[in-house]
Nanobody, 129 residues
Framework: EVQLQASGGGLVQAGGSRKLSCVAS????????LGWYRQAPGKEREAISC????????YYADSVEGRFVISSDNAKNTVYLQMNDLQPEDTAIYFC??????????????????????WGQGTQVTVSS
């Protein structure tokens, strides 16, 4: 059974940093892509970053490019999201998800190529101004 456990959320001042962790079990990082999503109150869920650990491919949404860094520790089955220069608009519940490739040979972790059907519970990040 695929399980994901996100942690690391909390309250941070604008301009500060926070590192989220997502511990995974029940699958191999060699076969999956991992993604971070967020959902702010009253807004739709947003895909903000993903990684294909076996390829080292990463993706960032424009909203977080240059401020957030995704990484994975395959030995620990853990994916991280280092968030820097946080702003009030980054306030949201952050979720990690695991996706299996839809197409054989897929290497880029885009949602069009991977089926992100396994989700962890969210962790709240609140950025005060």
């Amino acid at each position: 059974e695929v399980q994901l456990q996100a942690s690391g959320g909390g309250l941070v001042q604008a301009g500060g940093s926070r590192k989220l962790s997502c511990v995974a079990s029940g699958f191999s990082f060699d076969d999956y892509a991992l993604g971070w999503y967020r959902q702010a109150p009253g807004k739709e869920r947003e895909a903000i970053s993903c990684i294909t650990p076996s390829e080292g491919f990463t993706y960032y949404a424009d909203s977080v490019e240059g401020r957030f860094v995704i990484s994975s520790d395959n030995a620990k089955n853990t994916v991280y999201l280092q968030m820097n220069d946080l702003q009030p608009e980054d306030t949201a519940i952050y979720f990690c998800a695991a996706g299996r490739p839809i197409y054989r040979g897929a290497t880029r972790c885009y949602s069009e190529l991977y089926d992100y059907s396994s989700w962890g519970q969210g962790t709240q990040v609140t950025v005060s101004s």
